[in-house]
């Protein structure tokens, strides 16, 4: 059987052919995937077996997409598995993230029996991460791991990635569209429209939608602004504090999860008023969390290792 041939960026095309989207190794330009429209990029990796059919180069850090004008004699390069069917495998972050959520009282250890009604406080590396498939999890149905209720995701850092949402509905073999439509986003551009939404609108998006999860992701980010007065910083922190407790007051059915990211001097405020604090951050290939603070578990010091990796177990399919 004849070799099929390789294909680089830097070969000439015509700029009049039609662009379609391309995924490449950066290392070598070699040509590995063309498509009329995004492809998972995990399901990518997963088909060359993470490795370069031209230059042997790892491909979780050397895979990249561009759309661009591309030769009728372009094709998919031959992947490491030739013509068998592989089933896509999930990256291994969300292997590692997909146990943390489970129905119906968010029950993840080392969390045991963590009930609505409560804030909890995400810091370390994986925070985010974390805290984006949870907004993805939150909207499945119970039977499969979520709370079947419309999540409210407050993007307090601007810094929330789509397309990782749309990747763990693609493999849970949810339609992205469909996943987006039970999530209402919103975002602040600064310190006192991050308050306004806390304060004011969250209460009432809440009741217009019965959600029963809410998320206030890197709520902190923007108080690093060197022109923020410390004194009026720590006055709007103490606004948002409020209007945190009056949805813990008021709606004791309602999850609150916020994250913290970036350093900042005023983290201890946010951190000190939590019910649960925990980080997450890399152990060995895996996510490691650390209980730093338990609504049950008042004796727990702060400086004690309780890190145990608690997101590395598969998950299941939805549908």
């Known amino acids: 059987m004849q070799q099929q041939k390789l294909h680089y960026l830097h070969e000439a095309t015509d700029s009049c052919a039609k662009s379609h989207f391309v995924y490449?190794?950066?290392?070598?330009?070699?040509?590995?995937?063309?498509?009329?429209?995004?492809?998972?990029?995990?399901?990518?990796?997963?088909?060359?077996e993470n490795r370069c059919p031209s230059c042997g180069s790892a491909l979780e850090g050397s895979l990249s997409c561009r759309l661009t004008p591309v030769s009728d004699e372009w094709s998919d390069a031959?992947?490491?598995?030739?013509?068998?069917?592989?089933?896509?495998?999930?990256?291994?972050?969300?292997?590692?993230?997909?146990?943390?959520?489970?129905?119906?009282?968010?029950?993840?250890?080392?969390?045991?029996?963590?009930?609505?009604?409560?804030?909890?406080?995400?810091?370390?590396?994986?925070?985010?991460?974390?805290?984006?498939?949870?907004?993805?999890?939150?909207?499945?149905?119970?039977?499969?791991?979520g709370l079947d209720t419309v999540v409210v995701f407050?993007?307090?850092?601007?810094c929330s990635d789509p397309y990782l949402f749309?990747?763990?509905?693609?493999?849970?073999?949810?339609?992205?569209?469909?996943?987006?439509?039970?999530?209402?986003?919103?975002?602040a551009?600064?310190?006192?429209?991050?308050?306004?939404?806390?304060?004011?609108?969250?209460?009432?998006v809440i009741g217009e939608h019965g959600s029963k999860f809410v998320i206030i992701s890197d709520i902190l980010s923007m108080f690093n602004d060197p022109s923020i007065d410390a004194k009026e910083a720590s006055r709007v922190i103490e606004a948002i504090k409020g209007g945190l407790r009056e949805v813990k007051k008021k709606r004791?059915?309602?999850?609150?999860?916020?994250?913290?990211?970036?350093?900042?001097?005023?983290?201890?405020?946010?951190?000190?008023?939590?019910?649960?604090l925990l980080n997450l951050s890399p152990a060995n290939s895996k996510v490691a969390a650390m209980l730093l603070k338990h609504p049950c578990k008042p004796s727990l010091q702060p400086g004690e290792e309780v890190l145990r990796p608690v997101l590395h177990q598969r998950y299941h399919r939805y549908g």
């Open 252 to 276: 004791r059915d309602v999850f609150v999860l916020v994250t913290l990211t970036a350093k900042t001097p005023y983290d201890h405020l946010i951190t000190d008023s939590a019910d649960l």
């Open 24 to 48: 490449f190794c950066t290392e070598c330009l070699c040509v590995l995937k063309v498509c009329k429209s995004l492809s998972s990029v995990d399901r990518v990796i997963e088909t060359f």
């Open 189 to 204: 551009f600064t310190i006192y429209q991050l308050a306004n939404l806390v304060t004011r609108e969250l209460p009432r």
């Open 166 to 187: 749309a990747s763990y509905a693609r493999e849970y073999m949810v339609p992205p569209r469909e996943a987006l439509g039970r999530v209402v986003t919103s975002r």
């Open 154 to 158: 407050i993007d307090g850092g601007n």
């Open 78 to 145: 031959p992947s490491r598995r030739g013509e068998r069917r592989v089933t896509p495998r999930t990256s291994e972050l969300f292997k590692q993230a997909s146990s943390l959520l489970r129905e119906p009282s968010f029950n993840f250890s080392p969390i045991e029996k963590f009930e609505p009604g409560r804030v909890a406080v995400f810091t370390g590396k994986y925070a985010e991460t974390v805290a984006e498939f949870l907004c993805f999890r939150g909207q499945l149905p119970r039977r499969h791991g």
